[in-house]
């Protein structure tokens, strides 16, 4: 049974299990530092679809499709699919998993989707609450661009601060009751709090986010009386470069020294130098589809036995920017380790 | 602990109890049938803010004050809200809850909000993974409007099968290990699968989540062996006239006879004969508003003593509809005891 530790941390005791995990993407990021850890990279960033929002549908489905046939299960043994994105509504997510016929537990996140799924998916298994989950999510270059930003046919200028948004998917099949010392498990989670500094520049995300994943990162740590040296590595989901800097600087004035330990999923996925990316990758498909590729590919070959995966997340929409509002941040963090 | 039943079902069996609870809403919902059971009617819908946005927000946040000043408790005693609603990336809710300074677990469930966040609140508290746990959402008429479908001052037309957004909120505070004879409890949940039947008519939302409720009641009274006249009300959250006959005929079709025992939030809310909302009312805040007042209520009065609330969504988007796309339905169900 779990356990909670401090005010914000639930040990998960019996260790769910991740029995399959999936990440694909678009080209561009199969052409980055990553590309040869994916499940699968598409040439054709429209998937073959009509639009970019039902391309990222099909996005998110692969991959769960994927991390299921990876675990051995069809989609008729999964009791429960946790999953969200960044399209407004969801539909990345209910038009992805609609035909797939599985009670679905709907999550909003912001780019700390994966983070979410996996950490309420730890907890319903760890519960017994479900048997099999699935925890997933995506996001489209594209479909976000012209949400968020400007038409794609525009070609608006980007800031240094910028971020692209990571074409990729994300999904793993988490058990109870399966123990598998060859796969890893989830052993804590802690879910943030939001936190607002009033940062406004919905073109610098890393900045905004920057004080939450401080924040969830220092909780877990203080709850679990932990140091950042007692794990192999300390992920945030896509800080990019300029919010990983600041997380370090934040946490530095808070006594704790992330930097021999910490990644950024943003800033690994793409070659910062000569991908013409900014400040990195972005998306709930940037974090989704690292970790669970990448970091769990890892894990499994225990090159890392004890990770944190601190998920970020910039809880704006383009109506409250425009209404002059800051950005508030989120950041939930979920342990990943094998026995 | 949980027992799972069927192939659907949890039966919260320590029955997480609900110490407080609280709906709000505008000016319109005051002046219908249910105007004396709201914890607050707000004359001016624009609650003092400058946006119809932050007024959603302002709303949402109300209902989690009233609901744990009601329960006794401070937001710092709260271990997870959990929350969402309908505006793009739920900024109803981040903005709402930003100041409280709760872990925060983001839902996603359209309408069906406030059943999702009860179900995932009672199976979080029913595994102890949290002690005090709170579940909210919101809606507001006019960021719906504009949104969803025209300008405000446009003055759009509406068919006879629209439904009118409630402008309301609901929140409820649930508590692990507080047995209170006085107070409802969750006795159990079922998360509901996506159902798309091809209805394609933004305009007539009960008819594209008819068939979602339909099928999880049927996989609920099949999981529990139960009957429907084994409750005191099932209730639906916005199925409007519409969607309500829609859904007697499918479970009639079915061999189930809802009639005797149904009731709708939505054709609840307002009086469909003199208030001009068509069909009835609809948006995350109209089950939460009329369950987190006037059935909580009169469940702990005694005049309900077993009910099941099944919340139904439309999880389409603008976007998705333009597209031609059909309108993928959800629907999730918790059931709600007096001892």
Redesign the interface.
Known sequence: ??TRVGR?T?LLDTHPTITGYAGVVGKKEGEGPLGNCFDAIYDDDTLGE??W??SESTLQREAVIRALDKANRSPAEVD?ILA?D??????G???G??EL??????????CSTMA?SLS?GG??T????AGTVVAATSSHFCSAER?FRYPLEYGGQRPPSAQWTVTGAGAAVINADAPDPGKPHIAAV?????V?MGVRDANNMGAAMAPCAASTIEDFLKDTKTQPGDYDAIITGDLGMIGAELLLELLQKRGIDLSPVHQDCGTLIFDLNTQGVEAGGSGCGCSGSVICSYFMQKLERRELSNILFAGTGA??????SQ?G?SI?G?CHLVQLCMD
């Open positions: 049974m779990s914000y639930i009509a639009s929002e039902k429960i969200g960044l399209l407004n509504q969801c539909i997510t209910t038009y998993i609609r016929n599985i009670p679905f537990l709907g999550l909003f996140g912001a979410l309420v907890m319903i760890e519960a017994k609450l949400q802690t879910l943030g709090r939001i607002d809880l704006m929409s383009p109506t409250a209404q509002e508030p989120i």
